[in-house]
């Protein structure tokens, strides 16, 4: 069984000119990577000296919104969440810096201080995605998502992008009690309002149908990482394509299971 070494997954990485000096926010499923020299861990210890390598933050999504029927919904001091065993071995290390968002946290590696400076608007927002969270930072520091071997309907960043341009039916209007409690003890409390489309159960699910304007647009590159194949792509380069699309649709782009048609995110005098 092929095992992958450090310098194999540097070469990867460089292969797919992955930036080592900006904010990335990879999803993944560690299962499609196969074995990496030190498992989970040792995976762990290579991206984050790639990406952190030249100044850069390395994210890993830690969400908790399986615990909203209870009465903590993120405890700072557990690596509890529902994303898998990377996001697990991420949310453990003391390395890392991890946010208070009470469903959507995420595990960031890099400098501290520019971490919690990025993280600061958590409990501002009544969304899990808003813009003042840490998905709202990754437009604003022109940074990256990284798909390891899943599509975009695990892209969360894109829920983001549907607040930024205030696309309705997304978001309940009504508002529910949250707690965090903090590794000194502190509950915090915030409200909330979760997502929500009347016309499907998981909007997300619909993400997919932006693979062939975000390719078309060159939003990002291909690679693998192990044996996953990847996706690395720019933040501000997907909203405006979305942005793009929602304009020129004049409707939501996700109603329909449908292809998003051409004529759609094709930009005026081009062919199709």
Same mark, same amino acid.
């Given at each position: ?29 560690? +299962?499609? @990577? ?63 810096? +991890? ?20 993280? +600061? ?23 990256? @998502? ?14 983001? %992008? ?15 009690? %949250?707690?965090? !409690? ?10 909330? !309002? ?23 647009? +060159?939003?990002? !590159? ?19 394509? %979305? ?30």
């Amino acid at each position: 069984m092929k095992v992958y070494s450090k310098k194999e997954i540097f070469a990867q990485l460089e292969a797919m000119q992955a930036p080592r000096d900006k904010m990335v926010l990879m999803h993944s499923s560690l +299962r499609t @990577v196969g074995s990496v020299e030190g498992g989970a861990k040792g995976l762990l210890d290579i991206l984050v000296e790639y990406f952190t390598g030249e100044g850069g933050l390395f994210c890993v999504p830690a969400h908790t919104w399986h615990n909203l029927d209870k009465e903590i919904t993120l405890d700072m001091s557990s690596s509890d969440n529902c994303l898998g065993y990377f996001s697990t071995v991420a949310a453990e290390d003391p390395r890392g810096y +991890r946010t208070e968002s009470p469903t959507h946290s995420m595990v960031i590696f890099g400098d501290h201080s520019k971490a919690e400076a990025l993280a +600061r608007g958590e409990l501002l927002a009544d969304t899990p995605t808003s813009p003042l969270t840490c998905y709202g930072k990754l437009y604003e520091e022109d940074g990256f @998502v990284f798909l390891v071997g899943v599509a975009h309907n695990r892209n969360t960043y894109l829920h983001t %992008v549907d607040e930024m341009l205030e696309i309705p039916n997304r978001m309940e209007k009504k508002s529910m009690t %949250v707690a965090i !409690r903090r590794k000194d003890g502190q509950v915090v409390k915030r409200s909330l !309002r979760l997502f929500y489309t009347d016309y499907t159960e998981d909007i997300s699910d619909r993400f997919i149908k932006y693979e062939i304007p975000f390719r078309y647009h +060159r939003c990002g !590159r291909d690679g693998f990482l192990g044996n996953a194949p990847t996706q690395l792509l720019s933040a501000r380069k997907m909203k405006a394509v %979305v942005e793009m699309i929602y304009k020129n649709s004049l409707t939501d782009p996700l109603k329909t299971e449908n292809p998003i048609e051409a004529k759609y995110f094709i930009n005026q005098g081009e062919k199709e």
